[in-house]
């Protein structure tokens, strides 16, 4: 039996649904069953289309500070808000205040509905870790094997940053918050090198890009500026946590009776990726799909609403199940399930498998 320590995953990660008030400020309260979730890494889209308009994803965290936005979806330069009740006005104890939108739409634009992605790390404290070859600046959540890494090396040589985990990350992204620039992405399964969470690209394995695996105290950077340069960076880095977190791999089977991916949990966020084609990233979640078959997609490198992305297609298209133990594959497009092909995953929990001797429920 998948037994974990985490016995609510809602204590370090949740997903939250609102609507935004045409610019006005809305204070949104999480529903976390924990209790009070005050969030450290935010992440907002808007899943559906207005005036004919779709609108960016928006990261921010509290490390970075919550004037400062990034979009997945986008290269661009981090955006700084130029008045403090402009995007997000404050992360709150329950959640989180958004006000008037700077940033293309921000969190507070139109009056339409979204969907806020939230992990939990440590209240915005951090400290330096210095067991890399460039100190960064970490807050890190070790129980939940997650935390977010601030550094500025000097040159584009290739060095080592301490990540904080004390455990071997497996899923790592990092954005150069002041050169225009694509995404890295790594995923232990895949191997050395990365992907680009802003493009379809397929994994790339080149040295520049890293040729040494993480430890469970350092990650080798590449010479590539989307990670290593004399600019400043952020990561965010997840190790595998029993019952909470998984990043794995599978084989797709090409048919609507698609593989079982065992996670050890009923995911509440899923990610997933073709390893070594063009197909793009797939975003599911229980928030937005509270009843199986899971249909509802968004994608990190597009700004389009929930199963308006042509190369997804609609509501058959790139389904899956979201079970107690795992996800099912229930469709044979090539986003999540072509013949034969590598998909990388990321998952985190809605609840683990088993919680103090007790199985969770099935959807």
């Given at each position: ?71 997945p979806n986008a290269n661009n330069t981090e955006f700084t808000a130029s008045q403090s009740n402009y995007d997000l006005t404050s992360f709150d104890t329950d959640g989180f205040t958004n006000g008037a ?263």
């Amino acid at each position: 039996m998948a037994y974990t320590t985490i016995k609510d995953s809602s204590q370090f990660f949740h997903t939250q649904l609102y609507t935004s008030n045409n610019g006005y400020a809305v204070s949104v309260v999480n529903d976390a069953n924990f209790g009070d979730f005050k969030p450290d890494i935010l992440w907002v889209k808007s899943r559906y289309t207005i005036g004919g308009y779709d609108y960016d994803h928006n990261l921010i965290d509290s490390s970075r500070g919550k004037t400062k936005t990034l979009w997945p979806n986008a290269n661009n330069t981090e955006f700084t808000a130029s008045q403090s009740n402009y995007d997000l006005t404050s992360f709150d104890t329950d959640g989180f205040t958004n006000g008037a939108p700077e940033s293309t739409n921000s969190l507070g634009g139109g009056n339409l509905g979204k969907v806020a992605w939230q992990w939990k790390i440590n209240g915005g404290t951090t400290s330096t870790d210095t067991n890399g070859d460039i100190d960064t600046t970490v807050q890190v959540n070790q129980t939940a094997g997650q935390s977010i890494v601030l550094y500025s090396p000097s040159n584009n040589t290739a060095r080592t940053i301490g990540h904080g985990l004390g455990a071997v990350p497996k899923f790592i992204i990092i954005r150069a918050r002041t050169r225009v620039e694509n995404w890295h992405v790594f995923h232990y399964s895949a191997g050395t090198g990365g992907i680009t969470l802003d493009t379809g690209n397929a994994y790339n394995n080149n040295t520049v890009l890293g040729d040494a695996l993480p430890t469970s105290t350092v990650y080798k950077l590449g010479t590539d500026f989307r990670m290593n340069g004399n600019y400043s960076y952020v990561g965010y880095f997840f190790a595998d946590v029993q019952g909470y977190s998984k990043f794995d791999k599978y084989t797709g089977n090409g048919n609507a009776n698609g593989p079982f991916v065992y996670t050890g949990f009923k995911p509440a966020l899923l990610l997933i990726k073709e390893k070594d084609g063009t197909e793009p990233w797939v975003m599911y979640d229980t928030a937005r799909n509270p009843f199986n078959v899971t249909d509802l997609k968004l994608s990190p490198q597009h700004i389009n609403a929930e199963n308006d992305i042509s190369a997804l297609g609609a509501a058959q298209y790139n389904t899956v199940d979201i079970l107690s133990n795992g996800f099912k594959l229930r469709s044979n497009n090539g986003a999540t399930n072509g013949s034969g092909n590598t998909f990388v995953y990321a998952a985190w929990a809605e609840s683990p498998f088993v919680a103090g001797g007790v199985p969770t429920t099935a959807r």
